[in-house]
T-cell receptor, first 112, second 113 residues
Framework: SQKIEQNSEALNIQEGKTATLTCNYT??????LQWYRQDPGRGPVFLLL?????KEKRKERLKVTFDTTLKQSLFHITASQPADSATYLC???????????FGKGNQVVVIP | GAVVSQHPSWVICKSGTSVKIECRSL??????MFWYRQFPKQSLMLMAT?????????EQGVEKDKFLINHASLTLSTLTVTSAHPEDSSFYIC?????????FGAGTRLSVL
């Protein structure tokens, strides 16, 4: 079965710097990966989706890459702000029919 | 984006009672909705797929008699935790999708005393 991992350690970063998070997979390449943001006590909020045949996707200060050679997706927050502090989850369609599996998530703390 | 509403946001109940959680898609119709559970510091775990007009599909290890799901309309799914026990205390989240992207409710914090 597929195994996809996120580094569960918190990332502390200075305001204005770029935060980079990693989602690694071990077996077959998922058709697409999604990235979500989750604030404490709230449901996840969709950020970006990147397909297997796409190298990069951008949305405002966010950028996602998909490298099938390295078997990983990178998620970047550029010019980070304290309001970006949250947990970021990668997700993939593990079971078919839109049924998603989620990584453990990466907590990001942006220090003013 | 699409809006999914979940109610209540938190509930405290006594052991042995049942709790119902509602999930509504406000601006789109959803033939399928999903229910997740999340324990502290853990990721979301898919519990079941709620199917409008038919039985829910449960993931391995999830007791269907314990977690009753009803999807009576194209905009409403309910999850009932029956005979709740302290180990059922968790954060329950629903989602629905008008396409590839899942839109999540705000979650329900269940505390069973």
């Amino acid at each position: 079965s597929q195994k996809i991992e996120q580094n569960s350690e918190a990332l502390n970063i200075q305001e204005g710097k770029t935060a980079t998070l990693t989602c690694n997979y071990t077996n077959y390449s998922p058709a697409y990966l999604q990235w979500y943001r989750q604030d404490p006590g709230r449901g996840p909020v969709f950020l970006l989706l990147i397909r297997e045949n796409e190298k990069e996707k951008r949305k405002e200060r966010l950028k996602v890459t998909f490298d099938t050679t390295l078997k990983q997706s990178l998620f970047h927050i550029t010019a980070s702000q304290p309001a970006d502090s949250a947990t970021y989850l990668c997700a993939w369609e593990e079971y078919g029919n839109n049924r998603l599996a989620f990584g453990k998530g990466n907590q990001v703390v942006v220090i003013p | 984006g699409a809006v999914v509403s979940q109610h209540p946001s938190w509930v405290i109940c006594k052991s042995g009672t049942s709790v119902k959680i509602e999930c509504r898609s406000l601006d789109f119709q959803a033939t399928t909705m999903f229910w997740y559970r999340q324990f502290p510091k853990q990721s979301l775990m898919l519990m079941a797929t709620s199917n409008e007009g038919s039985k829910a599909t449960y993931e391995q290890g999830v007791e269907k008699d314990k977690f009753l799901i009803n999807h009576a309309s194209l905009t409403l799914s309910t999850l009932t935790v029956t005979s709740a026990h302290p180990e059922d205390s968790s954060f329950y989240i629903c989602s629905a999708s008008p396409g590839n992207i899942q839109y999540f409710g705000a979650g329900t914090r269940l505390s069973v005393l």
